[in-house]
T-cell receptor, first 114, second 111 residues
Framework: EPEVTQTPSHQVTQMGQEVILRCVPISNHLYFYWYRQILGQKVEFLVS????????KSEIFDDQFSVERPDGSNFTLKIRSTKLEDSAMYFCASSQAQAGSPLHFGNGTRLTVT | RKEVEQDPGPFNVPEGATVAFNCTYSNSASQSFFWYRQDCRKEPKLLMS???SGNEDGRFTAQLNRASQYISLLIRDSKLSDSATYLC????????????FGKGTTLSVSS
């Protein structure tokens, strides 16, 4: 069964540093997403991406965040200047085009900001 | 943003028990509904979609009441492997819009 893959599985960085989290969505999916989950809290939407542009973003997704699809397979989340409160599990997901399609999640990148 | 509310539990049940989880959502325009399962420190995995007429998948039955904005999940004959957090998930009204997650209900099945 095709799956979403994320790298790295764990990233440790110092406050103020830039990090890039990488994802390879399922190949025939057209919608891509980033979610995060702070330890013990709920899964929170960050951003959705379709046709090479952001289609929706949450209030969490401020100017320090950006997303990019640099080629035909990768989908990245960049955090420009990490804060302690950015420590969380970041999940990439993808879905097929039609409304009502469930999301398929990658196994996540655990980001630890020290 | 509209919210999804769930009883956090935990629900502690013996093997073989039947357990039911409830969920309410606030966005009346929501069109798609799902139950996901999340094991500790793992990604959410789709358990089942929820359809207006209700649907069943083996030991799992999901119900939707649009008028009350209420979703339920029934698990029959609980197994040890059912121990996990069950996430109620609701979408907006068009393709590509964000799925909104409830905080989840934790189930622990013991022998």
């Amino acid at each position: 069964e095709p799956e979403v893959t994320q790298t790295p599985s764990h990233q440790v960085t110092q406050m103020g540093q830039e990090v890039i989290l990488r994802c390879v969505p399922i190949s025939n999916h057209l919608y891509f997403y980033w979610y995060r989950q702070i330890l013990g809290q709920k899964v929170e939407f960050l951003v959705s991406f379709y046709n090479n542009e952001i289609s929706e973003k949450s209030e969490i997704f401020d100017d320090q965040f950006s997303v990019e699809r640099p080629d035909g397979s990768n989908f990245t989340l960049k955090i420009r200047s990490t804060k302690l409160e950015d420590s969380a599990m970041y999940f990439c997901a993808s879905s097929q085009a039609q409304a009502g399609s469930p999301l398929h999640f990658g196994n996540g990148t655990r980001l630890t900001v020290t | 943003r509209k919210e999804v509310e769930q009883d956090p539990g935990p629900f502690n049940v013996p093997e073989g028990a039947t357990v039911a989880f409830n969920c309410t959502y606030s966005n009346s325009a929501s069109q798609s509904f799902f139950w996901y399962r999340q094991d500790c420190r793992k990604e959410p995995k789709l358990l089942m979609s929820v359809y207006s007429s209700g649907n069943e998948d083996g030991r799992f039955t999901a119900q939707l009441n649009r008028a009350s904005q209420y979703i339920s999940l029934l698990i029959r004959d609980s197994k040890l492997s059912d121990s996990a957090t069950y996430l109620c998930v609701v979408s907006g009204n068009q393709a590509g819009t964000a799925l909104i997650f409830g905080k989840g209900t934790t189930l622990s099945v013991s022998s």
